[in-house]
C-alpha cells in the first residue's frame, strides 16, 4: 500500500459511496486507475467491504460508552460468549494489560446503561470493570455523523 492508496482509503472513510470519478478528480488520476487501486485493495484484502451507517444508530443509541473488564480464571470464552448475547455491546475486544477485555456499549438512556453494566458484572467470570462514558466522537473510521 502507497500513499496513494492510503488517501484513497481515507477518502472513503469520509464517504464510502463517493464515486469513482469523484476519486479520480481528487486525486489527481483516472478512473480506470482508480478502479485498479480499489480492486486491488479488496483482492488483498485491505479493503473488506462497504457498509451503511444508519443516522438511527446514533440516535437510538445516544448513551454510549467503553467498559473494561477483568476475567477471573480462564472464563475468558464464556464471559465472550455471555456478552455476545447482550444486544446493547457492539463490540468486544480482547487487550493486555490490567484490562482483558473492552466492549463497546450503546443504550437509549442512563438508566438502560445503567442496568446493563450491572448485568455485565453479574456474568460469572467478571471480576472487575470500569467504564467510561462516550461524550463526544470528534473522529471516527466508522462514518462521521
Known sequence: MDETDRKLITLLRHDGRRSISDLAADLG??????RARLEKLEKAGEILGFTVILRS??????????????????????????????????????????????????????????????????IPGVANSETSLLLATPRSVKARL
Do not use: C, Y
Not at 29 to 34: C, F, K
Not at 97 to 109: F, I, N, Y
Open 29 to 34: 488520476l483516472t478512473r480506470a486507475t482508480v
Open 57 to 122: 444508530d446514533a440516535i437510538d443509541l445516544p448513551v454510549r460508552g467503553i467498559t473494561m473488564i477483568e476475567i477471573s480464571g480462564q472464563a475468558a470464552d464464556a464471559v465472550i460468549a455471555a456478552l455476545s448475547g447482550f444486544s446493547e455491546v457492539s463490540s468486544v475486544h480482547t487487550t493486555n494489560g490490567k484490562w482483558d477485555l473492552v466492549a463497546e456499549l450503546g443504550t437509549s438512556d442512563l438508566i438502560a446503561f445503567d442496568q446493563v453494566l450491572r448485568r455485565i458484572r453479574m
